[in-house]
C-alpha cells in the first residue's frame, strides 16, 4: 500500500490507565470512557480499529477496589462493579455518579441503550423520519458503543478481520457533560478535518442529462440572476449509460458520454475560471467492464484476460484492486480537473470479507487518495458508522420532496452531532417524488442555508428542477436572497469550520449541549445553534390561512437575543411561538454577538480570503469573536499556518468601545489593507472616534431608524493596525417599534377590516401590556391572530 494510506495513529492505551485480568482488560481512558474488553485467550487487541483510533489518553485517577466477589472501580465520573468472569448483566454495571436519575443512571451489561441517538446511513426511501443509530450522549448520563465487529487498521494502510470472538465495548459516561464527552469521543475515533472554503458555498446539483453547452448555458443564466454557487455536481449520466447489456447496466460508469461532453478537460476548466469546483457521481458497485476507456490498462495490470473482455470485478477486499481503481478510473479525470468525487454506494454493506463494509472502504479510501498532492481532503458519500465524521462531506440519500421529509431534517441534521458527524449535505428541496410546493422550496432553501452544506438537488423529471425562476415569484425571491446570503456568511462560516476541527464543536448543535439541565431544550428537536452565535429554528409548515405566517415553537434561552433578519429585542428564559412571513425564518443572535460578512457573492471571491468585510455586532452585553483564515485549500493549517484576527465588543464598561486587534500570524494570506463595514443592529443613535493604532481617522457613518442600525464604514485598515470605535454616549439596545410591528402585521393580513381597526385602535391607545393582554384573551378573534400579537407585545 502506498505511504499515503498509512494514517497516523496512536492506538495503545498508557499502561497506567489499564485493569488486566486473565481475560479481561480494562482501560480507564479518561474519568468517563472505560473501554471493556473480554478475551478467553487472553489476546487483546491494541491496533486501531474502524472506530477508535486514538487511545493515547493521559493518566487518569482512578481507584481500585479487590472484593470477595471481583473488583470496583471508580472515578469521579463513574462506579464499575465487576466480577472478573465472563462479562453478563448479572456481573458487569456501570453507574454514572450524580444526580442525573433515581435509576436509570446504572448500565448492566447487553441492557438496551436509552441515548440521545446520532444519525442514520441514508435517507434513501424516507418519507418523513427515520430510526437513528446510537450516539454517544444520553440524558441519563451514558451510553455505549460495541467496536468488537469492525476491521483492524494494519500498519502497512490496510485492513483485516480481529481474530476470534471477544467483547470489545466502549463506555461513554460523561453525564450531561456533552460537550467534554464528545470532544474525548473525537480524540478516539480522530478529529474531523477542515474543508476547502470552497464547499460551504451554494452547490448546483441536479440527476439530469445535461450537454457541456447546456450546462454552461445554465451558469451565465445562474451569474445574470445574481445566483451564486461554487459546486458544480454532475450526476450519473456524464457517463456513458446506455451500453450494450452483455455488460451489464450502465448504473456504473467511469467513461465521459462524448456526445453530451465533447471535451471534459474544457468543460471543467471552463468550470474553474468561474471560480466553482465540480464533482462527478460514480456507482462503483459494478467494476469496471470492457467497454470502458481505461479498461485495457486496468486489466492487464490486474492480470484479467482483456482480449476476452472479462469483467473487472468490483472487490474492495483486493488491496490491488483498490489501487488499479484509483489510479485508473479516478486519478486521470483528477488531472482534467475533476475536484472531488461523489461515491454513491447504494449496495449494503456485505463484501467477500465478513465485517467489511464496503461502503466505509470507500470513504477512508477515497479520502487518504484525494490528499495526495497535498490539497485538503475530502469526499462525498453516505454515513458508515462511528468515526464517519474523519470523511466529510456526508451524502444523506435521495430525498422524498415532501413537507415531512423536511420537517425531519433539522433534527436529523442537528442530532447527528451527538455521534461527532458534523458535515451532512442533503438534497435541498428534495430528490424526487412527492409533491411541487413552492412555499415548501423556499422554506428548505432557507433551512438549506442554515445547514452545514447548501446542496439544491432534484431527479431528472422535466418537472423538478430547482432554478428559482421555476417557482412563483416569492419563493424566487426568496431563494435568490437566502442563496446569496450563504455566500456573504462566508467568513463567519469558515471560522466555524475552524471551530469544529480544532475545538470539536461541530457547527450545527442541538439546544442540549449548552444548557443540558434545561427540560426545554431537549423538547426543541428543530432548533439548534448555528456556530457560536446564532440559534435557528426552521419553519418547516405551510404559512398559517388569512395571516400569511407561518409559527415554530421557539424555547429561548436565558438572556438578550436579537433577530438576525429583523432587529427584534427578545428576553430570554421562555418558549415562545415565532410568526414569520415567507421571507425570513427565526435567527436569534445573543446580545454581544458578532459576526463577520462578506459583500462578496461570486465564487471567485467567497473561495478567497475577502478584501472587504462587514461585521454585524449585536449590542446589549460584551462580546467577542475570533476570525479564523487560512490558505482555503492545502492542510497547512495542521501545523498552525493561519491568520486570526480578534474582535470584542465593550458594551458594559464606563466607556463603550469595539475593538479589531491586528492580525496575527501568517499574513501574507491575507489582504495587506482591508475595507471595514461595521453595523451595530438593534442599537439607538450615537456619536463616536474611530482610531486606529491610537490615532484618530476618517469613516462615514449613517442610522438607519427603521431597522435600528449604526453603520460605520472606515476604508484601507491595513490588517498590521488594530482599530478601536468609541462612542462617545452610551449605547443602548432599541427598543422595538411594537405600533409600527402590529400595522404591518394587520395590513398585510386577509382578515376583516373592523377586526384590524378595532385591535390597532386598541393598542394607540396605549393601555398597559397587562391590561391589553387580558383583553386580547377574551376577544372572539383567530387564535393565530392572538398568537402573532402576543410575540410582538410581550417580546
Not at 454552461?216 to 451500453?243: G, K
Not at 462511528?386 to 431534517?409: M, N
Amino acid at each position: 500500500m502506498r505511504d499515503i494510506f498509512k494514517v497516523k495513529t496512536n492506538p495503545a492505551a498508557c499502561g497506567e490507565n489499564i485493569v488486566l485480568g486473565d481475560c479481561y482488560r480494562i482501560s480507564v481512558l479518561t474519568d468517563g470512557l472505560i473501554r471493556l474488553e473480554y478475551q478467553e485467550n487472553g489476546h487483546f487487541e491494541d491496533r486501531p480499529s474502524q472506530m477508535a483510533w486514538n487511545r493515547d489518553f493521559k493518566p487518569t485517577q482512578y481507584r481500585v477496589i479487590k472484593t470477595e466477589d471481583g473488583i470496583e472501580i471508580l472515578t469521579k465520573r463513574i462506579h464499575l462493579i465487576y466480577d472478573e468472569k465472563k462479562f453478563s448483566k448479572n456481573g458487569l454495571s456501570i453507574q454514572v455518579i450524580g444526580n442525573l436519575s433515581a435509576y436509570h443512571s446504572i448500565w448492566h451489561y447487553s441492557e438496551e441503550i436509552h441515548d440521545l441517538k446520532g444519525t442514520a446511513r441514508t435517507l434513501d426511501e424516507v418519507d418523513g423520519s427515520t430510526e437513528l443509530e446510537h450516539g454517544v450522549l444520553s440524558r441519563f448520563g451514558y451510553s455505549v458503543l460495541d467496536d468488537g465487529k469492525s476491521m483492524l487498521l494494519t500498519e502497512d494502510g490496510w485492513v483485516e478481520p480481529r481474530c476470534g470472538r471477544g467483547e470489545d465495548i466502549y463506555f461513554f459516561g460523561y453525564g450531561h457533560d456533552y460537550l467534554e464527552c464528545l470532544k474525548d469521543f473525537y480524540h478516539l475515533s480522530g478529529r474531523s478535518p477542515m474543508l476547502p472554503r470552497f464547499v460551504l458555498g451554494n452547490w448546483w446539483s441536479r440527476y439530469y442529462k445535461y450537454t457541456e453547452e447546456s450546462y454552461l448555458a445554465l451558469m451565465d443564466r445562474f451569474e445574470r440572476e445574481d445566483i451564486p454557487f461554487t459546486v458544480a455536481v454532475i450526476d450519473m449520466d456524464w457517463h456513458l449509460v446506455d451500453i450494450d447489456p452483455k455488460y451489464g447496466s450502465g448504473w456504473t460508469g467511469y467513461t465521459w458520454n462524448r456526445s453530451l461532453f465533447p471535451d471534459p478537460k474544457r468543460f471543467l476548466q471552463t468550470l474553474h475560471k468561474r471560480g466553482m469546483r465540480t464533482t462527478l457521481n460514480v456507482h462503483p458497485a459494478e467494476g469496471v467492464r470492457g467497454f470502458e476507456e481505461m479498461y485495457p490498462d486496468m486489466a492487464r495490470a490486474l492480470g484479467v484476460d482483456w482480449e476476452k473482455e472479462d469483467p473487472i470485478n468490483f472487490d474492495i477486499a483486493d488491496p490491488a484492486f483498490l489501487e488499479a481503481y484509483l489510479e485508473y478510473a479516478h486519478h486521470p479525470y483528477e488531472e482534467m480537473g475533476v475536484d472531488f468525487w461523489w461515491v454513491d454506494w447504494q449496495q449494503g454493506n456485505n463484501s467477500r470479507i465478513p465485517g467489511l463494509d464496503p461502503l466505509w472502504m470507500l470513504n477512508h479510501y477515497h479520502f487518504l487518495d484525494s490528499k495526495r498532492e497535498g490539497k485538503r481532503p475530502m469526499t462525498f458519500s453516505r454515513y458508515a458508522g462511528p468515526g464517519s465524521h474523519r470523511y466529510p462531506v456526508g451524502f444523506s440519500g435521495d430525498t422524498i420532496t415532501t413537507w415531512e421529509s423536511l420537517e425531519f431534517q433539522p433534527y436529523f441534521t442537528a442530532n447527528a452531532s451527538n455521534i461527532g458527524y458534523g458535515w451532512w449535505s442533503h438534497d435541498i428541496g428534495g430528490h424526487m417524488r412527492g409533491y411541487k410546493d413552492d412555499e415548501m422550496e423556499a422554506r428548505w432553501t432557507q433551512f438549506g442555508v442554515f445547514s452545514p452544506i447548501m446542496r439544491l438537488h432534484s431527479s431528472c423529471s422535466e418537472f423538478n428542477g430547482k432554478e428559482p425562476w421555476r417557482f412563483k415569484k416569492e419563493t424566487e425571491v426568496v431563494m435568490g436572497e437566502f442563496l446569496r446570503l450563504r455566500h456573504r456568511l462566508m467568513p463567519y462560516l469558515y471560522t466555524m469550520n475552524y471551530r469544529a476541527s480544532e475545538s470539536a464543536e461541530p457547527m450545527i448543535m442541538p439546544m442540549y449541549y449548552r444548557h443540558p439541565e434545561a427540560a426545554e431544550a431537549y423538547e426543541v428537536a428543530n432548533q439548534y445553534y448555528f456556530g457560536s452565535e446564532m440559534i435557528v429554528a426552521p419553519i418547516t409548515a405551510p404559512r398559517i390561512r388569512k395571516i400569511n405566517e407561518a409559527k415554530v415553537r421557539v424555547w429561548i434561552p436565558e438572556g438578550t437575543y436579537i433577530d438576525f433578519f429583523n432587529h427584534m429585542v427578545y428576553e430570554g428564559g421562555r418558549v415562545m411561538e415565532l410568526y414569520r412571513p415567507l421571507e425570513t425564518i427565526p435567527v436569534l443572535v445573543k446580545a454581544g454577538g458578532v459576526i463577520p460578512m462578506t459583500d462578496s457573492t461570486g465564487a471567485a471571491d467567497v473561495t478567497k480570503n475577502p478584501e472587504a468585510l462587514r461585521i454585524l455586532i449585536f449590542g446589549g452585553a460584551d462580546g467577542a469573536f475570533t476570525l479564523y483564515e487560512d490558505d482555503n485549500e492545502t492542510c497547512d493549517y495542521e501545523q498552525g499556518v493561519c491568520v486570526t484576527t480578534e474582535m470584542k465588543l465593550d458594551w458594559e464598561g464606563e466607556k463603550q468601545t469595539f475593538t479589531i486587534d491586528s492580525a496575527r500570524g501568517a499574513l501574507e494570506l491575507i489582504p495587506e489593507k482591508r475595507n471595514f463595514v461595521l453595523e451595530f443592529a438593534a442599537v439607538t443613535d450615537t456619536e463616536c472616534c474611530v482610531s486606529l493604532n491610537g490615532e484618530e481617522t476618517v469613516y462615514r457613518k449613517s442610522y438607519d431608524a427603521d431597522s435600528r442600525t449604526l453603520t460605520l464604514e472606515i476604508d484601507q485598515v491595513s490588517a498590521a493596525k488594530t482599530l478601536v470605535v468609541r462612542f462617545e454616549t452610551n449605547m443602548k439596545l432599541s427598543e422595538n417599534p411594537v405600533e409600527k410591528l402590529v400595522f404591518e402585521f394587520l395590513n398585510q393580513a386577509e382578515i376583516e377590516f373592523e377586526t384590524k381597526e378595532m385591535l390597532f385602535k386598541r393598542i394607540r391607545e396605549g393601555k398597559s401590556l397587562k391590561v391589553f393582554l387580558s383583553e386580547l384573551q377574551a376577544m372572539e378573534i383567530d387564535g393565530e391572530i392572538k398568537g402573532a400579537l402576543v410575540e410582538i407585545l410581550t417580546a
